[in-house]
């Protein structure tokens, strides 16, 4: 072995800790009293995870807050000023803002990334190019796969169809939408799902955004998802109008969500910042119950979005932050929950992405936090920091534990 994480205690597990031994860049074995001729990192009884997993988040206009406006910070507003900045996008310019959200994830433990991507005649394919370097300097640390989506519509942007195909040609490895922005919702959904069919790819959507609850896409995505059997390959995200439907129609909704075998990403923090602003007073959270959802046997998972852009003008890049934010938004206290806000960040992100070689188990690939706490509960609950990240078995990330200086203690 070439590495064991000594006294690590494992989600779902309230029993005593155990010890985990790495090889060739894999998980070789858990169980208690291992010994071998390897480095040794002691968690010193503290939690140890699969890394996290980071579902929906916008590499390419992260970091623009200096070229932005925020006065309304709704989304139009939102969409309006990132199309004017990415006029000015390049390939560089794209790489060295993405290289500083990446590394902002990965001092928070995230070791898989789904970036989502736009790319249409303005920005061309500028954006991708500087994403796709990313992905190559980074692959020591995280594995990201790109997600292109046509942000300001498809069907009523010529030119934009063509640069989506020769994304997914040149390395895309999901395919977006967000229909809402188009003058044919539906034709932009179908034409989505073509792409996929012919690149037999993901699909990811931004869907559902905004509050009239009236009308929602989500039917149209779950019918072609039955039709073409993509169940279990389809994602939506944000779905905010969910947030304003009663208890009866959201749980139709969810047994629709689940037969088609259709996930959803909840992003509390672009969520809760743009939704409510048609409101003075009495504003309303807008974000989507995940967990009811998940009760209802929805896959759901939590992730960050927008970081320091008009969609989003924070971020630290801490999915644990988004368990936690998702948690006090909604309302969470029973403590399976607030678990759950934890797997949503980890194995639930992992099973919507279709991450086949993740978690803790033996033979899976060895990518693992350590985290400065006892349980997922705990972890979210006290937002614990992450001490230790491995990717493939290679330490990414060491932080140390803060100590307190007591006076009269330090030189007794």
């Given at each position: 072995?070439?590495?064991?994480?000594?006294?690590?205690?494992?989600?779902?597990?309230?029993?005593?800790?155990?010890?985990i031994?790495?090889?060739?860049?894999?998980?070789?074995?858990?169980?208690?009293?291992?010994?071998?001729?390897?480095?040794?990192?002691?968690a010193?009884?503290?939690?140890?995870?699969?890394?996290?997993?980071?579902?929906?988040?916008?590499?390419?206009?992260?970091?623009?807050?200096?070229?932005?406006?925020?006065?309304?910070?709704?989304?139009?507003?939102?969409?309006?000023e990132?199309?004017?900045?990415?006029?000015?996008?390049?390939?560089?310019?794209?790489?060295?803002?993405?290289?500083?959200?990446?590394?902002?994830?990965?001092?928070?433990?995230?070791?898989?990334?789904?970036?989502?991507?736009?790319?249409?005649?303005?920005v061309?394919?500028?954006?991708?190019?500087?994403?796709?370097?990313?992905?190559?300097d980074?692959?020591?640390?995280?594995?990201?796969?790109?997600?292109?989506?046509?942000?300001?519509?498809?069907?009523?942007?010529p030119?934009?169809?063509?640069?989506?195909?020769?994304?997914?040609?040149?390395?895309?490895?999901?395919?977006?939408?967000?229909?809402?922005?188009?003058?044919?919702?539906?034709?932009?959904?179908?034409?989505?799902?073509?792409?996929?069919?012919?690149?037999?790819?993901?699909?990811?959507?931004?869907?559902?955004?905004?509050?009239?609850?009236?009308?929602?896409?989500?039917?149209?995505?779950?019918?072609l998802?039955?039709?073409?059997?993509?169940?279990?390959r389809?994602?939506?995200?944000?779905?905010?109008?969910?947030?304003?439907?009663?208890?009866?129609?959201?749980?139709?909704?969810?047994?629709?969500?689940?037969?088609?075998?259709?996930?959803?990403?909840?992003?509390?923090?672009?969520?809760?910042?743009?939704?409510g602003?048609?409101?003075?007073?009495?504003?309303?959270?807008g974000?989507?119950?995940?967990?009811?959802?998940?009760?209802?046997?929805?896959?759901?998972?939590l992730?960050?979005?927008?970081?320091?852009?008009?969609?989003?003008?924070?971020?630290?890049?801490?999915?644990?932050?988004?368990?936690?934010?998702?948690?006090?938004?909604?309302?969470?206290?029973?403590?399976?929950?607030?678990a759950?806000?934890?797997?949503?960040?980890?194995?639930?992100?992992?099973?919507?992405a279709?991450?086949?070689?993740?978690?803790?188990?033996?033979?899976?690939?060895?990518?693992?936090?350590?985290?400065?706490?006892?349980?997922?509960?705990?972890?979210?609950?006290?937002?614990?920091?992450?001490?230790h990240?491995?990717?493939?078995?290679r330490?990414?990330?060491?932080?140390?534990?803060?100590?307190?200086?007591?006076?009269?203690?330090?030189?007794?």
């Amino acid at each position: 072995m070439d590495l064991i994480l000594k006294d690590a205690r494992l989600p779902g597990d309230a029993g005593a800790s155990v010890d985990i031994g790495i090889a060739d860049g894999r998980i070789a074995a858990i169980e208690a009293g291992l010994l071998a001729d390897a480095e040794i990192v002691d968690a010193g009884g503290r939690l140890v995870s699969p890394g996290f997993v980071e579902t929906h988040i916008h590499l390419d206009k992260s970091c623009i807050l200096d070229r932005c406006s925020s006065r309304r910070g709704d989304l139009e507003e939102a969409i309006g000023e990132v199309a004017k900045a990415k006029k000015d996008f390049t390939a560089e310019d794209v790489y060295e803002r993405g290289r500083r959200t990446i590394e902002k994830c990965l001092k928070q433990g995230t070791t898989h990334m789904r970036t989502h991507l736009e790319v249409d005649p303005v920005v061309g394919l500028r954006s991708f190019e500087g994403v796709m370097q990313l992905v190559k300097d980074y692959a020591w640390a995280i594995d990201i796969e790109i997600c292109v989506f046509p942000q300001e519509g498809l069907l009523n942007y010529p030119g934009t169809d063509e640069l989506m195909v020769e994304a997914m040609q040149k390395g895309g490895k999901v395919v977006g939408a967000a229909p809402y922005t188009d003058c044919d919702p539906h034709g932009q959904i179908d034409r989505v799902f073509e792409i996929s069919r012919e690149f037999d790819a993901d699909i990811d959507m931004h869907l559902d955004f905004g509050t009239d609850a009236s009308g929602l896409d989500l039917d149209y995505v779950c019918e072609l998802t039955e039709r073409f059997g993509r169940g279990g390959r389809v994602a939506i995200g944000h779905v905010t109008k969910l947030a304003y439907v009663d208890p009866e129609r959201l749980a139709e909704i969810a047994g629709r969500l689940r037969d088609a075998g259709v996930a959803l990403t909840v992003l509390p923090s672009t969520d809760l910042f743009l939704m409510g602003r048609d409101r003075d007073h009495a504003q309303t959270r807008g974000v989507t119950h995940a967990h009811t959802l998940l009760h209802h046997g929805v896959n759901c998972s939590l992730s960050t979005n927008n970081v320091l852009n008009p969609f989003t003008p924070f971020g630290d890049c801490s999915l644990l932050r988004m368990a936690n934010l998702n948690a006090n938004i909604c309302h969470i206290g029973a403590a399976d929950d607030i678990a759950e806000c934890f797997n949503m960040i980890t194995t639930r992100s992992a099973r919507l992405a279709n991450l086949h070689d993740y978690g803790l188990e033996v033979g899976k690939s060895a990518d693992l936090v350590v985290i400065d706490g006892a349980t997922p509960h705990a972890a979210v609950a006290e937002l614990a920091p992450v001490l230790h990240a491995f990717k493939r078995g290679r330490r990414t990330l060491t932080r140390q534990p803060a100590e307190l200086h007591f006076p009269n203690r330090d030189h007794a």
